[in-house]
């Protein structure tokens, strides 16, 4: 007889985790020990279900590496015992936590889904309750007695990414993320349908090792047409900086004057890496395909590739953070570490 798979819901914080109060129209936060009782269509899931709550939930704008690596720890220490993990996360910030804890887990053989809403679980119109359950069903979903899908992923409005590849794309629609550059790993319609050729490839015979995120001083550089050198100057002169990421033009363009490119020079002489990223919603970064981009080859900017800016984000945090076990920033940053870009 097959196991019942077990699952742990971890609520961090977020509009999903709360419920009105219709008499003063406030929220507050909502009660997991009785989620059966809030949710009842959870008694039609073949899995049994466990919850933890952050003593005092957290807004996902005020989230940092410390949270991150409390969830992480959270998982870690009950990995043992629940077969899936449901992390519920305010939807504004969960593209970084999300991409954050996929670098943090290597040897993962459990899937971890983040999920969250843009209405109060409570609310008439609600997407909280399908978010919840659908994420559930797929952390259960086994095949032979194997979790179906075994990486870290995002699940909202019917679709489930991976997470280093989503970015939030709307503050006011129910389908608020994306994936740009990579599939979908699943849909949900009549039936949950499973790309498992998108799948990131596993193993269930590696332990699974954990590494934290340290919160390092790193700048996001959007560049914009007449950005001026003082700017520039100013913001690479930032003491004890850790690294950059540069939101570059296209398909990786920079300005081509004297004043930018001594700057970048400079800056990588001071052992500081750049990674160049394109600003766009979609596409790649290609070094030298144009002119305005081949002196930035040349000085050995690295290449973010396809890579989102939440991802580039927390795995520069990541390699910088474990810098002593995982050499050579530049050939990690241009690897894929858990699906995260596509080289050319």
């Given at each position: 007889?097959?196991?019942?798979?077990?699952?742990?819901?971890?609520?961090?914080?977020?509009?999903?985790?709360?419920?009105?109060?219709?008499?003063?129209?406030?929220?507050?936060?909502?009660?997991?020990?009785?989620?059966?009782?809030?949710?009842?269509?959870?008694?039609?899931?073949?899995?049994?279900?466990?919850?933890?709550?952050?003593?005092?939930?957290?807004?996902?704008?005020?989230?940092?590496p410390?949270?991150?690596?409390?969830?992480?720890?959270t998982?870690?220490?009950?990995?043992?015992?629940?077969?899936?993990?449901?992390?519920?996360?305010?939807?504004?910030?969960?593209?970084?936590?999300?991409?954050?804890?996929?670098?943090?887990?290597?040897?993962?053989?459990?899937?971890?889904?983040?999920?969250?809403?843009?209405?109060?679980?409570?609310?008439?119109?609600?997407?909280?309750?399908?978010?919840?359950?659908?994420?559930?069903?797929?952390?259960?979903?086994?095949?032979?007695d194997?979790?179906?899908?075994?990486?870290?992923?995002?699940?909202?409005?019917?679709?489930?990414?991976?997470?280093?590849?989503?970015?939030?794309?709307?503050?006011?629609?129910?389908?608020?993320?994306?994936?740009?550059?990579?599939?979908?790993?699943?849909?949900?319609?009549?039936?949950?349908?499973?790309?498992?050729?998108?799948?990131?490839?596993?193993?269930?015979?590696?332990?699974?090792?954990?590494?934290?995120?340290?919160?390092?001083?790193?700048?996001?550089?959007?560049?914009?047409?007449g950005?001026?050198?003082?700017?520039?100057?100013h913001?690479?002169?930032?003491?004890?900086?850790?690294?950059?990421?540069?939101?570059?033009?296209?398909?990786?363009?920079?300005?081509?004057?004297?004043?930018?490119?001594?700057?970048?020079?400079?800056?990588?002489?001071?052992?500081?890496p750049?990674?160049?990223v394109?600003?766009?919603?979609?596409?790649?970064?290609?070094?030298?395909?144009?002119?305005?981009?081949?002196?930035?080859?040349?000085?050995?900017?690295?290449?973010?590739?396809?890579?989102?800016?939440?991802?580039?984000?927390?795995?520069?945090?990541?390699?910088?953070?474990?810098?002593?076990?995982?050499?050579?920033?530049?050939?990690?940053?241009?690897?894929?570490?858990?699906?995260?870009?596509?080289?050319?």
């Amino acid at each position: 007889m097959a196991k019942i798979p077990h699952i742990l819901i971890i609520y961090t914080g977020g509009t999903i985790g709360m419920m009105r109060d219709y008499k003063t129209n406030v929220l507050k936060a909502f009660d997991f020990d009785r989620i059966y009782k809030r949710i009842p269509e959870l008694n039609h899931l073949d899995c049994t279900i466990d919850s933890i709550s952050f003593d005092d939930p957290i807004d996902s704008s005020n989230m940092n590496p410390f949270h991150w690596n409390t969830i992480a720890e959270t998982i870690l220490s009950n990995y043992n015992k629940a077969d899936g993990f449901v992390v519920l996360h305010g939807s504004d910030t969960m593209a970084y936590t999300a991409s954050a804890i996929s670098f943090m887990f290597k040897n993962l053989s459990k899937p971890i889904i983040f999920t969250g809403s843009q209405l109060p679980i409570g609310d008439l119109r609600t997407d909280a309750k399908e978010n919840m359950i659908t994420a559930i069903e797929i952390a259960a979903n086994q095949f032979n007695d194997k979790p179906t899908i075994a990486e870290v992923c995002i699940y909202f409005e019917y679709k489930l990414y991976r997470a280093n590849r989503t970015t939030k794309i709307s503050a006011e629609q129910f389908e608020a993320f994306d994936s740009p550059n990579y599939p979908d790993l699943a849909e949900s319609g009549v039936h949950l349908k499973f790309n498992k050729h998108y799948f990131l490839a596993h193993t269930y015979n590696e332990k699974v090792i954990l590494r934290k995120i340290n919160n390092k001083n790193i700048v996001l550089l959007k560049l914009f047409p007449g950005i001026s050198q003082a700017v520039v100057k100013h913001i690479f002169a930032t003491p004890n900086l850790d690294g950059i990421i540069l939101e570059a033009f296209g398909s990786g363009n920079a300005p081509t004057s004297d004043w930018f490119i001594d700057l970048l020079k400079e800056t990588l002489k001071r052992n500081i890496p750049i990674v160049d990223v394109t600003q766009c919603v979609a596409g790649s970064v290609v070094l030298g395909k144009y002119e305005t981009s081949a002196k930035l080859l040349e000085m050995g900017l690295i290449n973010g590739y396809d890579i989102t800016t939440e991802a580039a984000l927390t795995k520069m945090l990541y390699l910088l953070s474990n810098a002593d076990e995982l050499t050579d920033l530049k050939t990690l940053f241009e690897s894929s570490l858990r699906g995260e870009i596509t080289p050319i």
